[in-house]
């Protein structure tokens, strides 16, 4: 079995300040890791994933993850918070032998002008 | 750019009536996927699709079937909708099984109403 947590339903900060969105994960064998974002009345979008190499990748928006084998983590970050950035964040992760991705609940970031 | 529409955004059904939601993409994929989304909840993968014809159960498939005659085209089916399937419903689609490629792309959902 496979599962995601995001301990935090929610998460505020002030514009410019960093931020970060965590997520922990249950995988049997090599992890797969995603982020996926949800703008208020939009589709989810792709954001990041983590396949091999690298331990901090970098994605859309000036986003970045840190794949942190030893803590089961994949923790979202960005140096400098926008307001634009306010959205409902999903991680997600799968197996190289299970196709399905299972989802976290989500974190509702709130950037604070 | 890949594009997957919905074939509604907003649709209010009664309890017990037959609710066809439709997905379509545009992007020759292979895999197709139905997740609802409730708050608190995330998103939950409903039935998964890997090719025509091709269908397999996610974690809450009860009282939902789809079909998939068309490659571009993957339709979820509530055979008898109840108020517990008050939801929004997400589409997706994805290149192939492998990880590699795997990036999938959601429609704008569909958020159904049962009343």
């Known amino acids: 079995a496979q599962s995601v947590a995001q301990p935090e339903d929610q998460v505020n900060v002030a514009e410019g300040n960093p931020l970060t969105v965590k997520c922990t994960y249950s995988?049997?064998?090599?992890?797969?890791l995603f982020w996926y974002v949800q703008y208020p009345n939009r589709g989810l979008q792709f954001l990041l994933k983590?396949?091999?190499?690298?331990?901090l990748v970098k994605g859309s928006y000036g986003f970045e993850a840190e794949f942190n084998k030893s803590q089961t983590s994949f923790h979202l970050k960005k140096p400098s918070a926008l307001v634009s950035d306010s959205a409902l964040y999903f991680c997600?992760?799968?197996?190289?032998?299970?196709?399905?991705?299972?989802f976290g609940k989500g974190t509702l970031l709130t950037v604070n002008p | 750019d890949v594009k997957v529409t919905q074939s509604s955004r907003y649709l209010v059904k009664r309890t017990g009536e037959k609710v066809f939601l439709e997905c379509v993409q545009d992007?020759?994929?292979?895999?197709m996927f139905w997740y609802r989304q409730d708050p608190g909840l995330g998103l939950r993968l409903i039935y998964f699709?890997?090719?025509?014809?091709?269908?397999e159960k996610g974690d809450i498939p009860e009282g939902y079937s789809v079909s998939r005659e068309k490659k571009e085209r993957f339709s979820l089916i509530l055979e008898s909708a109840s108020t517990n399937q008050t939801s929004m419903y997400l589409c997706?689609?994805?290149?192939?099984?492998?990880?590699?490629?795997?990036?999938?792309?959601f429609g704008p959902g569909t958020r159904l109403t049962v009343l």
């Open positions: 997706a689609s994805r290149k192939d099984r492998a990880v590699s490629t795997d990036t999938q792309y």
């Open positions: 983590y396949i091999t190499g690298d331990n």
């Open positions: 699709s890997y090719d025509v014809k091709m269908k």
């Open positions: 992007m020759d994929h292979e895999n």
């Open positions: 995988v049997s064998g090599n992890p797969y």
């Open positions: 997600a992760v799968r197996s190289g032998s299970n196709y399905k991705l299972t």
